[in-house]
């Protein structure tokens, strides 16, 4: 038991360690805006900090824990916090990642960020703005609602999220399928790609506007 | 005859255990035949093997002899033994740590009884793995023989993994895939790091919480009860009325969060009324109607913080001698317990405390007077049903200074008194009682009638004042005047600073029987010193003036 503690302990500190620095370089003044240059940027630090780290899916699931519940970590910003996890579950060595998230209190935004193809990732419970964003042939599954901005330029992949979704759904998407258990509030100005709810293709369709609020 | 044979192993693995286990303070065990049991009792008697009610641990001889075809007896007693010492002496090892645990795992799971087993899982796991990681002992084997429902086939992977021992739970046994996940996840958690328990409680509940709504959903689907534990159930019946006592304390200064306690309070309401607390029937009274947290929470919390009273010189005289008989209730001091009426016994409603009298003698000896605590309850001040309220806090650390010192608390709780917001009491030394009223909670204007504390103060020379208020009082000007006529102690507590106060403190800055102190934390309360009167403390001070 010391064993499986020791080592899981060794190596929470190392994903700690790689998210305070990522942001002591990226949101040194605790405000962090969501634009296209600030999250590639950020991702290309959590890149640098994630890919020497051995870890698996739980380690990944207890960091989203450790970031509301322990005093360890500094702060959640929830920006960089989602682009490091993405960048945890892109970098993993498993192809199939699931992440019971359905206790945790906070929303965690831009999850799914980048996801490549071959990787399956499944998080339980809900998931904020962002999510699945620049998808890159991967499957990303919510078991839970998202919220604004899903999807929003993804190249391929999927997205199936099973109960509801925000505005600005699929925003500048170049391919790739959206499914939607729920309700879709709003499309935003999808290129290319499909958009499904409950198994109705509703993009490309009659939709008059973007964001039509159902 | 089985009994007497099960107590032959007990007394000749007992030192052995003892020794084991550093030699802790727990009676011999005894042995339960299956024809003790009582009729009430649930049917699965045999499914149960050791039980603790207090210190006491219980062996039930039908288990033992259910379990002979598997293993030696002398191994299923030891192994039972081995559990329920580690309790007392790892985890939970005291009921502030239960408490605390439980409500841990409440946050996560949200439910009450779902929050229970959680709890009750979790200390089973580090008793059994300090036990096997810290001590040479057949609770594995116990495990490998153990009639097994889903979960614990989890658990006993669980031990599988983290013991490194073989338990012969085949993978298939398992079944679906998530439940090597949920052993695995369980596998990371650091059981025997006591200072990470409520964390690890956390990431424990939300692990298994499926597969416990899981086996709520079947046992809802059967219409009976589940599993029983063959280790025995934790619940308050393990811990003395001290222990519960102290626990509650220590929770209430810990959380320091009225919902809280509440919360975990009223979870426990059935348990905690069994052990006396039901405030209706009077504390110490068996079992009441209900407990009221609230109240217990300021009873509990104010424990924790002890006000010193200055004595007073008083007119009676000699020494205290045992007078008549009180029944004694939870929280009274134990020293004044008549052992020979209450048979050694420590059990509220029955054991019995002594009530001492001052015998004539020649001399003034010094004392503690009686007190009135006159209370604000207006809308100024903080409900102390919603949340932590100083004043009562306060007034409940005054009422505690004068009832151990054996005088009588009596209370004025005010708001718009002229209009009827007001509760009175009399003189009492019963405490749930002067906790009710400095509980209630007016929420209205703020005026004092000063023709009802007239006869509360009247003919009493030797009556302490306890004033506790935020002073945005209507009618302040009437107050100062009525404090400048009497030459009682008062001790006058203003829950933050505003002119009013100031009003007050200014014009008694020269009066020397009046004592004022401001409150804004709780570190603050410790530093009042009721019944100060400045000559009395310093008298060489007032003899300069």
């Known amino acids: 038991m010391d064993q499986i503690v020791h080592s899981t302990e060794a190596v929470m500190d190392r994903i700690r360690w790689g998210y305070e620095r990522l942001l002591e370089e990226e949101a040194k003044e605790l405000v962090w805006m969501v634009q296209y240059n600030t999250i590639i940027k950020a991702y290309e630090v959590a890149e640098k900090y994630v890919r020497e780290l051995g870890y698996t899916a739980e380690d990944i699931e207890e960091f989203c824990f450790a970031l509301e519940n322990t005093q360890r970590i500094p702060y959640l910003i929830p920006g960089p916090a989602g682009i490091y996890i993405s960048a945890l579950c892109n970098y993993a060595s498993e192809e199939e990642i699931v992440l019971k998230l359905s206790e945790l209190k906070t929303e965690i935004n831009l999850v799914g960020f980048r996801l490549p193809k071959g990787k399956h990732l499944m998080i339980e419970g809900d998931t904020g703005d962002f999510t699945g964003i620049g998808l890159e042939g991967g499957e990303l599954v919510i078991d839970g609602n998202a919220k604004n901005w899903t999807g929003a330029g993804m190249r391929g992949g999927k997205i199936l999220i099973k109960k509801n979704i925000g505005l600005h759904t699929g925003e500048w998407m170049m391919g790739g399928e959206i499914y939607v258990g729920g309700r879709v509030r709003g499309l935003g100005n999808i290129v290319e790609g499909k958009v499904y709810e409950r198994e109705k293709l509703l993009y490309p369709g009659k939709v008059r506007y973007p964001n039509v609020y159902y | ?545």
């Open chain 2, 1 to 545: 005859m089985e009994k007497q044979n099960f107590q032959s192993i007990i007394e000749q693995i007992w030192p052995k255990l003892k020794k084991k286990h550093l030699y802790p303070e727990i009676p011999m065990p005894r042995v339960r035949e299956a024809s003790e049991k009582k009729e009430d009792e649930p049917t699965e008697d045999e499914d149960v093997g050791l039980e603790m009610k207090q210190k006491q641990l219980t062996i039930n001889g039908a288990f033992v002899l259910q379990m002979k075809d598997k293993m030696p007896q002398e191994k299923v007693i030891e192994a039972l033994l081995d559990h329920g010492i580690t309790h007392y002496t790892f985890c939970p090892w005291d009921f502030h740590t239960h408490l605390r645990l439980y409500a841990a795992a409440k946050k996560v799971v949200g439910d009450k009884e779902l929050a229970k087993q959680v709890s009750n899982h979790f200390i089973d796991v580090i008793a059994d793995t300090h036990c096997v990681k810290k001590r040479s002992t057949e609770i594995p084997e116990l495990h490998r023989n153990l009639k097994k429902g889903m979960i614990d086939e989890v658990i006993a992977s669980l031990y599988e993994r983290i013991w490194g021992i073989d338990l012969g739970i085949s993978p298939s046994k398992l079944g679906v895939k998530g439940r090597t996940d949920i052993v695995r996840r369980l596998a990371r958690i650091p059981y025997l790091d006591r200072s990470r328990w409520g964390e690890s409680i956390q990431k424990f509940a939300r692990t298994i919480k499926p597969l416990l709504l899981e086996e709520q959903k079947e046992k809802g689907a059967q219409g009976g009860k589940g599993e029983a534990n063959p280790q025995g159930e934790h619940d308050l019946n393990h811990y003395s009325s001290e222990e519960i006592d102290q626990g509650l304390r220590d929770y209430a200064r810990q959380t320091m969060t009225l919902s809280e306690f509440k919360d975990v309070v009223e979870d426990f309401s059935d348990e905690l009324r069994g052990a006396g607390y039901g405030m209706e029937g009077g504390i110490g009274r068996g079992h009441g109607d209900s407990v009221d947290a609230d109240m217990l929470f300021y009873m509990k919390l104010a424990e924790n913080y002890s006000i010193p009273i200055k004595r007073l010189p008083l007119e009676e005289k000699g020494s205290l001698h045992p007078h008549s008989h009180c029944p004694w209730e939870i929280g009274a001091p134990f020293q004044d317990v008549d052992i020979w009426t209450s048979f050694g016994k420590i059990m509220p409603g029955f054991t019995q405390l002594w009530t001492k009298r001052e015998g004539k003698g020649r001399g003034k000896i010094e004392g503690t007077p009686d007190c009135l605590i006159v209370i604000d309850s207006s809308g100024s001040m903080i409900n102390p049903r919603k949340s932590l309220s100083y004043a009562v806090l306060g007034a409940a650390c005054a009422t505690n200074a004068y009832l151990h010192n054996n005088s009588r608390v009596g209370v004025y709780n005010f708001s718009d008194a002229p209009m009827g917001g007001k509760d009175i009491l009399n003189y009492t030394n019963r405490r749930e009682e002067i906790y009710r009223v400095l509980c209630k909670y007016f929420g209205g204007g703020t005026a004092l009638e000063l023709e009802d504390l007239k006869p509360l103060i009247q003919g009493k020379k030797k009556l302490d004042l306890f004033i506790i208020t935020d002073m945005k009082i209507t009618n302040l000007e009437a107050l100062i005047g009525f404090f400048g006529q009497i030459q009682n102690r008062v001790t006058a507590v203003h829950i933050g600073d505003n002119p009013y106060a100031t009003r007050f403190e200014k014009a008694f800055e020269k009066r020397k029987n009046i004592n004022i102190y401001t409150v804004k934390r709780t570190e603050d309360i410790p530093h009042i010193v009721l019944g100060k009167i400045r000559e009395y403390f310093n008298p060489t001070t007032s003899k300069n003036s």
